[in-house]
């Protein structure tokens, strides 16, 4: 596979699909999006109307903004959903950790935004060591949206990455100032998974043939500029911000990787969850409803803007317009064109709710093995780790399921396994959860 520029990423659901979920296969013959209208009963009403919810600010998470902008939250009686933005992962474990005490702390959060496999790695007591957080997966957020990124001081070289020609490209590498390495925001995460799965499906190996660097989400860039970091793995937010800055260009998509991979998670403390079912519930539907909305193609221009505004209110960035609408662009090298929105159907656009007639949204437990599985394959596990029983402490897909016949989706539509099947990765290999 030779390091050449593909297409970015161009749409943050603009394009999105039209279809329902489907019991785990692609056939569908509906063609509209689900129409929302759930009648709110005395019995629906929450416990609490309050809730504090992490997140690392990026296009992954619009569901979440959606909802909150929109006041969907409200709509289903959470009316003080805060949403508490973080610089890093360990920040919102660490704040998971300490949790609200039901209501009573201002100093931590009752869930949020994570990735797979953090909140199983909480669970039993490996994040944040020796003290152990009870966790509830309760849904996935998206799918596609990340990407690997190749610095471009080593872009004139047209070097392929394969075992044969590995040591020559380090050897350039050093020649121009710095050992090439690879680099991700958290050792652990889903990036450096995928990044580590891209390597080593062409034979090179982490930690034998390259390291790979931890660096906090704010210095990526200086250290691309000093020659760091030239293998970057990130969410489309931070991809597009490497190449505005003309350091990178992208290499592959994840969902060229595995089409339709699992993305980031709603997960909260068991215990809030416990407490708290038919507020939970309420979160679970208005982002749902959120999902739905985002993948709708008439919804793009105001998905954009109130995309830009979150981030601006965040101090993210200084121009937001401007920045956002480069993610519609063809091409990075391209001029600041806006294409026409019938034109943005990328097979690699992020979406929220569905695609190719499968659950996007839905958080099957074959994913939770896989991430499980992967992180061991570089970060072994304790002796006597549980992976199954472990799955089904954390994994709430039954939350999942009562959240959306309530907000009126087809028995039909829904998942009946938890399993998604075989899946089939870019380089022909499988995994069978089985």
């Known amino acids: 596979m030779q390091l050449s520029r593909r297409k970015l990423l161009t749409t943050i659901g603009v394009a999105a699909s039209t279809v329902l979920l489907s019991n785990c296969t692609p056939k569908t013959s509906v063609n509209q999006l689900l129409p929302i209208t759930p009648e709110v009963k005395v019995s629906d009403i929450p416990e609490v109307q309050s809730v504090r919810l992490g997140i690392i600010p990026s296009l992954e998470i619009a569901p979440i903004l959606v909802a909150q902008n929109k006041k969907l939250f409200a709509k289903y009686g959470m009316t003080e959903v805060e949403l508490v933005p973080f610089k890093s992962w360990q920040d919102i474990c660490d704040r998971t950790a300490i949790g609200t005490e039901l209501g009573t702390s201002d100093d931590g959060i009752d869930g949020g935004h994570f990735y797979s496999p953090l909140p199983e790695l909480m669970n039993e007591g490996l994040v944040n060591r020796p003290h152990k957080t009870a966790m509830y997966v309760l849904m996935r957020l998206h799918t596609h949206g990340g990407y690997i990124v190749v610095s471009r001081r080593l872009k004139p070289f047209g070097i392929q990455l394969k075992r044969a020609t590995f040591s020559p490209w380090q050897d350039v590498a050093k020649f121009f100032g710095q050992a090439m390495h690879g680099a991700i925001a958290e050792l652990g995460s889903n990036y450096d998974l995928w990044l580590r799965y891209w390597l080593a499906s062409m034979d090179i190996i982490p930690k034998q043939n390259i390291d790979i660097l931890e660096i906090p989400i704010d210095e990526i860039i200086p250290q691309v500029k000093q020659n760091k970091a030239d293998l970057l793995c990130l969410d489309s ?55 739905i909305w985002c993948d709708d193609p008439a919804n793009a221009k105001e998905l954009d803007t109130l995309l830009a505004l979150s981030f601006t209110n965040r101090n993210l960035i200084s121009e937001p317009i401007k920045i956002f609408s480069q993610l519609f662009q063809n091409s990075p090298k391209q001029s600041m064109k806006r294409l026409k929105i019938d034109s943005l159907a990328s097979i690699n656009s992020i979406k929220y709710w569905s695609n190719d007639g499968i659950s996007v949204s839905y958080p099957y437990k074959s994913h939770d093995l896989w991430f499980l599985r992967e992180y061991h394959r570089w970060n072994p596990l304790p002796a006597g780790f549980e992976t199954k029983e472990t799955i089904d402490a954390v994994n709430r ?38």
């Open 237 to 291: 937010w931070r991809t597009l911000k490497l190449i505005e800055s003309r350091l990178a260009d992208p290499a592959i998509a994840i969902g060229e990787i595995w089409r339709n991979y699992p993305g980031e998670i709603l997960a909260m403390r068991a215990d809030w969850v416990d407490k708290f079912p038919i507020a939970t519930q309420a979160i679970l539907q208005a982002i749902m409803e959120a999902q």
């Open 397 to 434: 897909e039954d939350l999942w399921k009562n959240a959306a016949k309530a907000i009126g989706v087809p028995d039909t539509n829904i998942p009946i396994s938890t399993s998604r099947g075989v899946e089939t990765f870019f380089d022909g290999s499988t995994y069978d959860p089985k």
